[in-house]
């Protein structure tokens, strides 16, 4: 019987592209009062370079703005983008989702990878503290703990005091999310959000690596716990 459902939270609760335009914006201003230039254009450029590639935006802007820079410079914009309050939501389909399993007495959880202080600050925004019972951020454990490693679902297991054959993981990303889980025993589900930043090439991954369901929105999911 299944007693508590656990979720990822980039692409799978919250879009990634929504935070990553979020970011840009806010970089974007910033610049914008440094170098004279408009915000809207420095915003473009910085979509449409990650569009082409999503490696280095920020050195590949200085580029082609032919503005000379160092890594200090770099990692001030990424400390900024990381360390900023995004504008974000939750998809649509999550909080009744979260509603309907609060129904049926089912527990619910995140583990998340990515860096702690941006995570929180997601969290924060779209009040996630107050929706889940627990919340686990694999870099509040050290970088390297961060998922595919199996202490954050062990951790979740042991707060939750539930077997892993009572939990399922919802997630988006088969090159991390599922290896983890599906070896300890849990019900695993793969959630492919249109647009989400990994929907692409999951099918790459070995089998270990796939989960058991697959699904494009959560209002499927309590179909899958029947």
Request: contains cysteine; glycine residues 4%; charged residues 25%.
């Amino acid at each position: 019987m299944i007693k508590a459902v656990i979720f990822d939270l980039d692409d799978t609760l919250v879009s990634e592209y929504q935070y990553i335009e979020s970011g840009y914006s806010h970089i974007s201003q910033l610049l914008s009062s440094r170098l004279n230039k408009d915000s809207k254009s420095i915003n473009a450029l910085l979509e449409n370079l990650f569009n082409q590639n999503t490696i280095n935006v920020f050195n590949r802007l200085y580029d082609l703005l032919e503005i000379q820079y160092t890594n200090e410079m770099i990692m001030e914009l990424v400390e900024e983008y990381r360390n900023h309050e995004p504008a974000i939501d939750f998809y649509d389909d999550v909080l009744p989702c979260l509603q309907a399993l609060k129904l049926r007495k089912i527990k619910t959880g995140i583990i998340t990878n990515g860096y702690a202080k941006a995570q929180n600050l997601k969290l924060r925004v779209v009040k996630g503290f107050e929706h889940f019972e627990e919340i686990i951020i694999a870099d509040e454990l050290g970088r390297e703990y961060w998922k595919p490693h199996p202490k954050p679902y062990e951790m979740m297991s042991k707060k939750l005091n539930m077997a892993y054959s009572e939990m399922v993981y919802v997630g988006d990303n088969e090159s991390k999310d599922f290896v983890s889980p599906n070896k300890l025993g849990m019900k695993t589900v793969h959630i492919k959000r249109p647009k989400g930043v990994y929907s692409e090439g999951y099918h790459s991954y070995g089998q270990d690596f796939q989960a058991q369901y697959t699904i494009k929105s959560l209002k499927e999911l309590l179909e899958v716990l029947t």
